[in-house]
């Protein structure tokens, strides 16, 4: 086999990737995602897109292993279903995994949530390569959460995927759709730092990064200092839940401001008397917008989770 | 073989149970830990009881599978080392199971955290038995937490015992003795409470919960509160770490208040967008003391992780 096709679904774009079995993307291309789009016209373009990569590849059909998924929100592993409600509305609950499948004929085709993907890309050929626990924070327009035990992705109760994004932080703070007040998404994930920004009169995260940064805006600085104390928390509480070898971030924010993460991150890890400081790494994604791809494509190249 | 005995080591006391292979305490024994004493006076009374245990009960040394021994605080399982530093400062570091098996004719013995021990003993013949997966809070002098994942106790990095019962619920709340503020233990501990009432003149956190049920007094009642309130939080970041089917309750202050915390978490779960309520179960511990016992006799019992 030359290799698996690794789809990474996201909210405005979906990146395909030719992957080979030892991680490397040998072909790539990207299609805007289209949510508002009815389902069929969505999965219809990714039939296309997926048989046009093939052809730039020179791969044929039976010489991929298969076709790994990752996407936005809950899916449904067992099922091959999208169950995301919010990112995704016209995907939800659509079945996804098995016409994909019986196009490519009947070859095998995986789904997995984005930030679960995300982090099967680092531990096949990036930054979680041989640990086998890690927990990873992907921080851009959501925070997504992955956990890697015995080196493969922990799913809770009922196969779900458990959202360590909104880990409460800061129990009095601003209201979130997942049902509390101060989950670390709605404090640090790009979004929420625009949102605050535009009561000071900034316009998008980046701005407030920079006002802060630039010093005499204290209240751009107080928005970044709550991005760093929230991070500070979730770590805390990742640390005293999990207490993973590696502790590990991504994203567009995290790629901008990684000194900002590190540095509170390691003042958690430093802090914990009851969690000893050598037994966990902090560390950044290597991937970045490719460990989904990766990812995606090693869920059929390792036979994962 | 006829069972194993079961060593319960707790601050105050340790309790020693002959166990049957189907979890039934046939015989047991009970005598103060006297943690102030030197290890090898505890470590002596130790085998004498479990000498005598075997008396008690009829059973001859080689009808007895081993030993399986609960303890405060972190342990080295591989090694057979109490690590606790905090509540039997005496016998942190000091090698335990390696000359008890000697003594006993190389039967085996094994040591576990008494949190993990009390969730193993839940599994083997309580609340947990057939759950995949369960968190499990002890809330007594401290809160102590433990994860059965794929039905064994979960370990984090360099095989410790994740502290979940110091989960961030209140970043500006009070300091503990972990190295954070607000952690659930520095809240709804049995001393914490105490402490608080202390504050208001109440001796004792049973006077804290009696003043809060009793109305009138708004300052118990609000520290009464605080523990529903921590106890949501708490609930809320295990649903989004660990989505476990069961979220279990123990220990003296929850036997004595059990419907605050049941009413806390359920709140917890109800709220949850992203964690779906009918594949979580919030319940209460069944084996109460015993649950050490029979988890640490379980150990052996079960050949358990």
């Known amino acids: 086999m030359k290799g698996a096709i690794g789809i990474d679904v996201g909210g405005t774009k979906i990146a395909f990737g030719a992957v080979t ?24 373009r990714i039939k296309h ?55 490519f004929n009947n070859m095998p085709v995986r789904l997995e949530n984005d930030a679960n993907a995300a982090l099967l890309g680092e531990a096949f050929a990036g930054a979680a390569k041989g640990k086998k626990s890690a927990v990873m924070l992907t921080l851009g327009t959501g925070v997504g959460g992955a ?38 998404e ?7 730092i625009s949102d605050a920004g535009a009561e000071i ?35 805390w509480s990742i640390l005293h839940t999990y207490l993973p070898e590696l502790m590990l971030f991504g994203g567009g924010i995290v790629d901008d401001h990684w000194p900002l993460f590190e540095a509170a991150a390691q003042k958690s890890l430093a802090a914990a008397v009851l969690a000893r400081d050598e037994d966990v790494t902090i560390a950044r994604a290597t991937l970045g917008n490719d460990a989904g791809m990766v990812g995606a ?3 059929i190249l390792q036979n994962g989770s």
């Open 21 to 44: 079995p030892d991680g490397r993307i040998v072909a790539r291309r990207t299609i805007a995602t289209q949510p508002d789009d009815p389902f069929e016209s969505g999965f219809g």
């Open 49 to 103: 897109e997926t048989e046009q990569l093939l052809v730039d590849v020179g791969w044929q059909a039976d010489e991929v292993s298969g076709i790994g998924i990752g996407c936005p929100g809950p899916v449904d592993t067992a099922r091959g279903l999208i169950l995301s409600v919010y990112t995704l509305p016209g995907w939800s609950n659509r079945e996804f995994a098995g016409p994909l499948s019986a196009h």
């Open 147 to 184: 956990v890697l035990l015995d080196g493969k992705i922990y799913h809770g109760a009922g196969g779900a995927h458990p959202e360590i994004g909104h880990v409460s932080v800061l129990p009095d703070g601003p209201e979130c759709y997942c049902g509390t007040r101060g989950c670390y």
């Open 186 to 192: 709605i404090i640090a994930a790009g979004p929420a």
């Open 201 to 235: 009169g900034l316009a998008g995260s980046e701005a407030v990064f920079a006002a802060a940064a630039a010093e005499g805006n204290a209240k751009a600085a107080a928005i970044i200092d709550g991005v760093s104390a929230a991070t500070e928390v979730a770590v």
């Open 297 to 299: 494509a090693s869920l």
